[in-house]
């Protein structure tokens, strides 16, 4: 059995540090992206404090396709350049958006969310497989810190895919 660990007395960098160890033994000899996606997705969402969604869309005949997810049910279909999920897939560059009311062209799945995160995920020769979204009801919840450590994760799980 798995059990997230209390990470509460953590740094914000050693807590992504140990989800990094955690998402490798995880992924470690098994090669089902989608079991992979899964658990990267209930990883982030139950260890990492203050979210209310954390998941994957992928790129499927040349638009984003909802895939493994932890949270409320979302959008299935978003086409590259629209959205934070879009935009980010487009220009293959991660999105910190502190208030989602402000970037124009968010779409809202959950009406919880307040900020989000999306790291673009790509091939070693950088194509774009797809991306990971991360949303809090906090305002501006995603840092620096965060930023680095989910790239991180997506890397992990990019690599098996
Ligand atoms: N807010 C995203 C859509 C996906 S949901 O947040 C799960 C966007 O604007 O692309």
Redesign the pocket.
């Known amino acids: 059995m798995f059990t997230t660990s209390d990470l509460s007395d953590r740094t914000k960098a050693e807590l992504y540090q140990q989800l990094a160890s955690q998402l490798r033994a995880l992924v470690e000899g098994e090669t089902d992206a989608v079991a992979n996606m899964a658990n990267c997705a209930a990883l982030i969402f139950h260890s990492v404090p203050g979210l209310n969604?954390a998941?994957f869309?992928l790129l499927k005949g040349g638009e984003l396709v909802l895939g493994p997810?932890q949270?409320q049910p979302?959008?299935i279909r978003?086409a590259v350049g629209?959205?934070?999920?879009?935009t980010a897939a487009e220009t293959h560059t991660t999105l910190r958006v502190p208030d989602?009311t402000k970037?124009k062209?968010?779409?809202?799945?959950?009406s919880a969310?307040r900020s989000?995160i999306?790291v673009p995920m790509l091939t070693s020769d950088l194509h774009l497989i797809g991306v990971l979204?991360v949303?809090s009801p906090e305002l501006d919840r995603f840092d620096a810190d965060d930023e680095a450590g989910l790239k991180t994760l997506a890397e992990i799980v990019a690599r098996k895919l």
């Not at 629209?82 to 879009?86: A, I, K, L, P």
């Not at 062209?105 to 959950?110: S, V, W």
């Open positions: 969604w998941g869309y997810f949270g979302a959008c978003i629209s959205g934070v999920c879009g989602v970037f062209g968010h779409i809202a799945c959950d969310s989000e999306v979204d949303d």
